[in-house]
Protein backbone atom coordinates (compact mmCIF):
# COMPACT_ATOMS: atom_id res chain seq x y z
CA UNK A 1 0.00 0.00 0.00
CA UNK A 2 3.17 1.97 1.05
CA UNK A 3 4.57 1.23 -2.40
CA UNK A 4 1.58 2.59 -4.36
CA UNK A 5 0.64 5.72 -2.62
CA UNK A 6 4.64 6.52 -3.27
CA UNK A 7 3.96 5.81 -7.04
CA UNK A 8 0.82 7.48 -7.49
CA UNK A 9 2.70 10.42 -5.58
CA UNK A 10 5.33 10.37 -8.48
CA UNK A 11 3.02 10.31 -11.01
CA UNK A 12 1.11 13.71 -10.17
CA UNK A 13 4.55 15.24 -9.60
CA UNK A 14 5.26 14.43 -13.13
CA UNK A 15 1.82 15.68 -14.39
CA UNK A 16 2.15 19.04 -12.73
CA UNK A 17 5.54 19.41 -13.55
CA UNK A 18 4.70 18.36 -17.26
CA UNK A 19 1.90 21.60 -16.74
CA UNK A 20 3.90 23.86 -15.30
CA UNK A 21 6.28 23.36 -18.45
CA UNK A 22 3.38 23.86 -21.02
CA UNK A 23 2.39 27.26 -18.86
CA UNK A 24 5.81 28.51 -18.93
CA UNK A 25 5.93 32.40 -20.67
CA UNK A 26 8.05 31.90 -23.07
CA UNK A 27 10.78 35.01 -23.65
CA UNK A 28 10.85 36.66 -26.98
CA UNK A 29 14.15 39.08 -27.45
CA UNK A 30 13.12 42.74 -28.16
CA UNK A 31 15.44 43.91 -30.99
CA UNK A 32 18.09 46.21 -30.19
CA UNK A 33 18.04 49.82 -31.77
CA UNK A 34 21.67 50.87 -33.62
CA UNK A 35 22.31 54.12 -34.21
CA UNK A 36 25.23 55.23 -36.82
CA UNK A 37 26.24 59.12 -37.04
CA UNK A 38 29.14 60.23 -39.26
CA UNK A 39 29.74 60.92 -42.55
CA UNK A 40 30.60 58.93 -45.99
CA UNK A 41 32.74 56.51 -44.35
CA UNK A 42 29.21 55.43 -42.44
CA UNK A 43 26.91 55.54 -45.32
CA UNK A 44 29.72 53.12 -47.33
CA UNK A 45 30.17 55.68 -50.16
CA UNK A 46 30.75 53.65 -53.34
CA UNK A 47 29.28 50.09 -52.32
CA UNK A 48 25.88 48.17 -51.81
CA UNK A 49 23.90 49.13 -48.25
CA UNK A 50 23.77 45.88 -47.25
CA UNK A 51 28.06 46.18 -47.70
CA UNK A 52 28.43 49.38 -45.57
CA UNK A 53 29.65 49.55 -42.23
CA UNK A 54 26.12 49.66 -40.47
CA UNK A 55 24.63 46.74 -42.08
CA UNK A 56 28.08 44.90 -41.89
CA UNK A 57 28.20 45.62 -37.76
CA UNK A 58 23.96 44.18 -37.75
CA UNK A 59 24.95 41.28 -39.60
CA UNK A 60 27.94 40.18 -36.89
CA UNK A 61 26.05 41.14 -34.18
CA UNK A 62 22.89 38.78 -35.21
CA UNK A 63 25.31 36.12 -36.13
CA UNK A 64 26.46 36.34 -32.14
CA UNK A 65 23.66 35.76 -31.00
CA UNK A 66 21.99 39.46 -31.14
CA UNK A 67 19.12 40.50 -32.50
CA UNK A 68 18.73 43.78 -33.57
CA UNK A 69 16.64 46.21 -36.39
CA UNK A 70 18.12 47.64 -38.65
CA UNK A 71 20.67 50.88 -38.41
CA UNK A 72 19.26 54.16 -37.98
CA UNK A 73 22.01 55.74 -40.24
CA UNK A 74 22.42 60.05 -39.85
CA UNK A 75 25.42 60.50 -42.18
CA UNK A 76 26.65 62.05 -45.64
CA UNK A 77 29.76 62.21 -47.98
CA UNK A 78 31.41 65.67 -47.16
CA UNK A 79 29.81 66.15 -43.55
CA UNK A 80 32.06 68.02 -41.03
CA UNK A 81 31.55 68.21 -37.31
CA UNK A 82 29.20 71.27 -37.92
CA UNK A 83 27.19 69.05 -40.85
CA UNK A 84 26.48 66.45 -38.32
CA UNK A 85 25.20 68.91 -35.52
CA UNK A 86 22.72 70.48 -37.44
CA UNK A 87 21.83 67.51 -38.66
CA UNK A 88 21.24 65.57 -35.83
CA UNK A 89 19.38 68.98 -34.40
CA UNK A 90 16.62 68.41 -37.26
CA UNK A 91 16.09 64.92 -37.19
CA UNK A 92 13.08 63.11 -35.78
CA UNK A 93 14.56 60.18 -34.09
CA UNK A 94 12.50 56.65 -34.37
CA UNK A 95 13.68 56.58 -30.44
CA UNK A 96 14.25 57.77 -27.48
CA UNK A 97 17.37 56.03 -26.75
CA UNK A 98 19.65 53.68 -28.42
CA UNK A 99 21.21 50.27 -27.78
CA UNK A 100 24.07 50.86 -29.70
CA UNK A 101 25.82 54.84 -30.95
CA UNK A 102 28.77 54.46 -33.43
CA UNK A 103 30.23 58.25 -34.30
CA UNK A 104 32.67 58.48 -37.11
CA UNK A 105 33.33 62.27 -38.17
CA UNK A 106 36.35 64.63 -38.56
CA UNK A 107 37.97 63.74 -41.71
CA UNK A 108 36.45 66.43 -44.00
CA UNK A 109 37.31 68.91 -41.30
CA UNK A 110 40.66 67.64 -41.79
CA UNK A 111 40.41 67.60 -45.38
CA UNK A 112 39.34 71.09 -45.71
CA UNK A 113 41.81 72.39 -43.41
CA UNK A 114 38.89 73.81 -40.99
CA UNK A 115 40.74 74.92 -37.56
CA UNK A 116 41.58 71.69 -35.35
CA UNK A 117 40.23 74.16 -32.11
CA UNK A 118 36.84 74.46 -33.78
CA UNK A 119 36.82 70.56 -34.58
CA UNK A 120 37.50 69.84 -30.74
CA UNK A 121 34.57 72.41 -29.49
CA UNK A 122 32.26 70.33 -32.01
CA UNK A 123 33.44 67.16 -31.76
CA UNK A 124 32.66 67.23 -27.94
CA UNK A 125 28.98 68.67 -28.86
CA UNK A 126 28.04 65.90 -31.08
CA UNK A 127 29.97 63.09 -28.65
CA UNK A 128 27.59 64.75 -25.87
CA UNK A 129 24.42 64.18 -27.77
CA UNK A 130 25.07 60.66 -28.90
CA UNK A 131 25.58 60.25 -25.33
CA UNK A 132 21.93 61.42 -24.59
CA UNK A 133 20.71 59.40 -27.23
CA UNK A 134 22.70 56.29 -25.32
CA UNK A 135 20.40 57.04 -22.70
CA UNK A 136 23.53 58.42 -20.74
CA UNK A 137 25.37 55.06 -20.43
CA UNK A 138 28.54 55.58 -21.88
CA UNK A 139 29.54 51.43 -22.53
CA UNK A 140 26.63 52.10 -25.36
CA UNK A 141 28.87 54.73 -27.01
CA UNK A 142 31.40 53.84 -29.82
CA UNK A 143 33.58 56.52 -31.54
CA UNK A 144 36.00 55.39 -34.49
CA UNK A 145 39.10 57.02 -35.64
CA UNK A 146 39.21 58.59 -39.13
CA UNK A 147 40.67 56.06 -41.93
CA UNK A 148 43.82 57.22 -43.46
CA UNK A 149 42.59 58.14 -47.15
CA UNK A 150 46.25 60.05 -48.18
CA UNK A 151 47.64 56.65 -48.85
CA UNK A 152 44.52 55.89 -51.24
CA UNK A 153 44.93 56.12 -54.99
CA UNK A 154 42.32 59.54 -54.26
CA UNK A 155 44.63 60.98 -51.60
CA UNK A 156 47.49 60.69 -53.30
CA UNK A 157 46.47 62.42 -56.20
CA UNK A 158 45.13 65.25 -54.00
CA UNK A 159 48.11 65.50 -51.99
CA UNK A 160 48.88 69.57 -51.81
CA UNK A 161 45.42 70.35 -53.23
CA UNK A 162 44.20 70.65 -49.39
CA UNK A 163 45.16 72.70 -46.54
CA UNK A 164 46.69 69.81 -44.21
CA UNK A 165 48.14 72.06 -41.13
CA UNK A 166 47.24 69.18 -38.52
CA UNK A 167 47.63 65.35 -39.90
CA UNK A 168 45.06 62.70 -39.38
CA UNK A 169 46.86 61.22 -36.84
CA UNK A 170 46.67 64.71 -34.80
CA UNK A 171 43.03 64.47 -35.24
CA UNK A 172 42.50 61.22 -33.88
CA UNK A 173 44.88 61.44 -31.05
CA UNK A 174 42.54 64.58 -30.10
CA UNK A 175 39.20 62.41 -30.80
CA UNK A 176 41.20 59.59 -28.07
CA UNK A 177 42.04 62.30 -25.62
CA UNK A 178 38.22 63.66 -26.13
CA UNK A 179 36.48 60.00 -25.46
CA UNK A 180 38.92 59.33 -22.36
CA UNK A 181 37.96 62.38 -21.08
CA UNK A 182 34.50 61.64 -21.49
CA UNK A 183 34.59 57.69 -20.67
CA UNK A 184 33.47 56.51 -24.01
CA UNK A 185 35.26 53.90 -25.86
CA UNK A 186 37.66 54.70 -28.39
CA UNK A 187 38.33 52.41 -31.67
CA UNK A 188 41.16 52.42 -33.88
CA UNK A 189 40.42 51.83 -37.11
CA UNK A 190 42.95 53.63 -39.00
CA UNK A 191 45.86 51.07 -39.21
CA UNK A 192 43.60 48.85 -40.59
CA UNK A 193 42.66 51.30 -43.13
CA UNK A 194 46.57 51.60 -44.11
CA UNK A 195 46.28 48.17 -45.57
CA UNK A 196 44.86 49.25 -48.76
CA UNK A 197 48.50 49.40 -50.29
CA UNK A 198 48.68 46.17 -52.37
CA UNK A 199 45.02 45.44 -51.78
CA UNK A 200 43.07 46.92 -54.16
CA UNK A 201 40.09 44.53 -53.27
CA UNK A 202 40.00 46.83 -49.67
CA UNK A 203 39.16 50.26 -51.69
CA UNK A 204 35.67 50.71 -53.68
CA UNK A 205 35.69 51.67 -57.36
CA UNK A 206 36.38 55.56 -56.54
CA UNK A 207 39.56 54.62 -55.29
CA UNK A 208 38.66 56.54 -52.11
CA UNK A 209 36.43 54.57 -50.03
CA UNK A 210 36.61 50.97 -47.93
CA UNK A 211 35.28 48.08 -49.88
CA UNK A 212 32.86 45.88 -47.85
CA UNK A 213 36.09 43.63 -47.15
CA UNK A 214 37.42 46.42 -45.56
CA UNK A 215 34.30 47.30 -43.70
CA UNK A 216 34.43 43.42 -42.26
CA UNK A 217 37.68 44.08 -40.84
CA UNK A 218 36.82 47.18 -38.99
CA UNK A 219 33.43 44.66 -37.89
CA UNK A 220 35.87 41.87 -36.83
CA UNK A 221 38.13 44.56 -34.61
CA UNK A 222 34.65 46.21 -33.05
CA UNK A 223 32.28 43.32 -32.26
CA UNK A 224 34.55 41.73 -30.24
CA UNK A 225 34.94 44.47 -27.82
CA UNK A 226 31.07 45.68 -27.74
CA UNK A 227 30.07 42.37 -26.44
CA UNK A 228 33.00 42.51 -23.82
CA UNK A 229 31.23 45.60 -22.52
CA UNK A 230 27.80 44.86 -23.15
Request: glycine residues 8%; contains cysteine.
Amino acid sequence: MIKIGYYLGLMLLAVFSCQEEHNAPVTVAVPLNFLALGDSYTIGQGVPSAEAFPARLVASMITMGKTFRPAEVIAKTGWTTRDLINAMQAHAFSRDNYDLVTLLIGVNNQFQGLPIETFATEFEQVLEMALRLAGGKKHRVWVLSIPDYTITPFGRAAAGRQNQEESIDDYNELKKHICQNYGVSFVDITEISRLVNGRPDLLAADGLHPSGKMYDLWVEKIVPEVLQNW
